[in-house]
T-cell receptor, first 112, second 112 residues
């Protein structure tokens, strides 16, 4: 089973709202990732967690706040987003940090 | 700076018409090259990992090859269900940690 589950599938939020994206995997992977993908563009890495510790933050604005409560779960907390943050947000996981990653189906986020 | 260039950006094939997609890369210390398939509005689906020049991997109608400067994804006798965007990504040592860089993708359309 190479399944990464993301919820919700779609999210519409106002610029003053606080919301969270959730990601879950039960493959025993110890690295988890958040990517952002705009239309007709490749995925852009935002954060990497390795063994439940944040190992990479690609200079992401503080209105995005990641959290890794345990080895199976990854959250992305959103606050005071801008319309340009509208995108497909992808979660991925991999066995050790430096192997192929398996992606979830994404959350389509629209900021109004 | 690591660079990944995919060509062509779009490709239209008749069903059964074999072809190849190209991924050329310039990276500092390749630690793996990955091919993914992505359907519209979905997360990327992992296809192959290649680590060293001369390596080849096959799956159904797809075959991936790697040289020191580029990778090819060969599609033999494609079917309409092969229509998708094919993404190439490379992992390299960059800035003190292993980083993944995606290409922009090749959008493949297979016409019945």
């Amino acid at each position: 089973d190479t399944e990464v589950t993301q919820t919700p599938k779609h999210l519409v939020m106002g610029m003053t709202n606080k919301k969270s994206l959730k990601c879950e995997q039960h493959m025993g992977h110890r690295a988890m990732y958040w990517y952002k993908q705009k239309a007709k563009k490749p995925p852009e890495l935002m954060f990497v967690y390795s063994y439940e510790k944040l190992s990479i933050n690609e200079s992401v604005p503080s209105r995005f706040s990641p959290e890794c409560p345990n080895s199976s779960l990854l959250n992305l907390h959103l606050h005071a987003l801008q319309p340009e943050d509208s995108a497909l947000y992808l979660c991925a996981s991999s066995p050790p940090e430096n192997t192929e990653a398996f992606f979830g189906q994404g959350t389509r986020l629209t900021v109004v | 700076e690591d660079q990944v260039t995919q060509s062509p950006e779009a490709l239209r094939l008749q069903e059964g018409e074999s072809s190849s997609l190209n991924c050329s890369y310039t990276v500092s210390g390749l630690r793996g090259l990955f091919w993914y398939r992505q359907d519209p509005g979905k997360g990327p689906e992992f296809l192959f990992t290649l680590y060293s020049a001369g390596e080849e991997k096959e799956k159904e109608r797809l075959k991936a090859t790697l040289t020191k400067k580029e990778s090819f994804l060969h599609i033999t006798a494609p079917k309409p269900e092969d229509s998708a965007t094919y993404l190439c990504a490379v992992r390299s040592n960059s800035g003190g940690y292993q980083k993944v860089t995606f290409g922009i993708g090749t959008k493949l359309q297979v016409i019945p």
